[in-house]
């Protein structure tokens, strides 16, 4: 069977799977009734929200890139959204690799020190799943409850896993010549010209991390950082007022956090383009652990995505027109 036919029937399965964990006691009479008496007024400012999410990310892909080269926001932005929207139409989060080329295409500068750019990124965003998971701790206990063991293995696991990056990230850069010679006594044994461009690609990718070289750029980032954390949990919480999820304002504050951190890691897990399934599951689970009703909980887990994938995906093909992108290959 061909492969990649094959990782489509597997991520089709895992799809079905977290649908199922998310939806099986949901009451659709229920669910539609939610969806009639929803504010809309709230969900046009949790898109806002998520939209200003996406144009300080855009600032802070600046920073990223700005020891190696100085890109206008207006170049940028479309670039991010095509990449966010291939991650929403294809299976396998190939945007990453899309925004990283298309990029390097675009800007005339070496593919691989975009991508560090991008990795790099995915590591402050991970770091601050970390945060908001130990914001939402921290509101839990003020309100004397806790995190399933469930959330609190989902924590060490995200510590372990970004605090590595971020630490493998950082040595990497600080002790580059290690790198080099490690590169080089691994790639003997291979032919010359294929070990010097491995070699290069290296080095690009090096560059691409130079921002961490500086303080004030890491101080830049992180609060960049923090504010599009920021942008996504007010959303949240938005979208649990308009479908009327926990009356209580302080428990909305802190199930924003935790469904901004459990729905982020959740979307990790392999499955349909967009992360159809896991996003639903990782947000019905949030909002189980502050005891909201299954089908309230689904209600605000589907809005949630749908509003999201709509709003980028439709950028995102605006945008890959303009630019004469096809979801097969950027070109110029």
Not at 17 to 41: C, G, M, N, Q
Not at 64 to 79: E, G, H, N, Q
Not at 239 to 252: H, N
């Amino acid at each position: 069977m061909n492969r990649r036919l094959l990782t489509f029937i597997l991520s089709l399965f895992l799809t079905a799977i977290f649908l199922a964990l998310a939806l099986y006691r949901v009451e659709w009479e229920k669910l539609a009734h939610t969806f009639v008496s929803a504010d809309y007024r709230l969900v046009a400012f949790a898109a806002l929200c998520w939209l200003s999410g996406y144009g300080l990310r855009t600032i802070r892909w600046q920073k990223f890139l700005a020891p190696t080269k100085t890109i206008s926001l207006a170049r940028l932005f479309p670039v991010l959204i095509i990449g966010f929207a291939f991650n929403n139409l294809l299976p396998g989060r190939p945007g990453e690799l899309a925004r990283a080329y298309l990029l390097g295409v675009r800007e005339d500068m070496p593919k691989t020190t975009a991508l560090a750019t991008v990795v790099a990124e995915r590591v402050a965003d991970g770091l601050m799943v970390v945060v908001f998971l130990a914001l939402a701790f921290g509101a839990l206990v003020t309100l004397h409850l806790t995190l399933p063991a469930g959330a609190q293995t989902m924590i060490a696991f995200a510590v372990m896993l970004f605090g590595g990056a971020l630490v493998a990230l950082l040595l990497l850069l600080a002790r580059a010549e290690w790198a080099q010679t490690i590169l080089g006594a691994l790639t003997r044994f291979l032919p010359r010209a294929f070990a010097a461009r491995l070699a290069g690609m290296l080095d690009a990718f090096i560059v691409g991390l130079r921002a961490f070289g500086s303080l004030g750029n890491v101080v830049t980032i992180g609060a960049l950082s923090l504010g599009v954390w920021s942008l996504d949990s007010l959303a949240y919480f938005t979208m649990l007022t308009a479908f009327g999820a926990l009356p209580d304002w302080s428990l909305r504050v802190a199930a924003a956090p935790l469904m901004t951190g459990i729905i982020n890691l959740g979307i990790m897990i392999p499955a349909a383009p967009g992360g159809l399934g896991p996003y639903e599951a990782a947000g019905v689970f949030a909002l189980s652990t502050l005891n909201v009703d299954a089908t309230l909980a689904a209600s605000v887990a589907l809005a949630a995505h749908a509003v999201q994938y709509v709003m980028i995906t439709g950028l995102g093909i605006v945008f890959a027109w303009r630019a004469g992108v096809s979801l097969a290959m950027p070109r110029a």
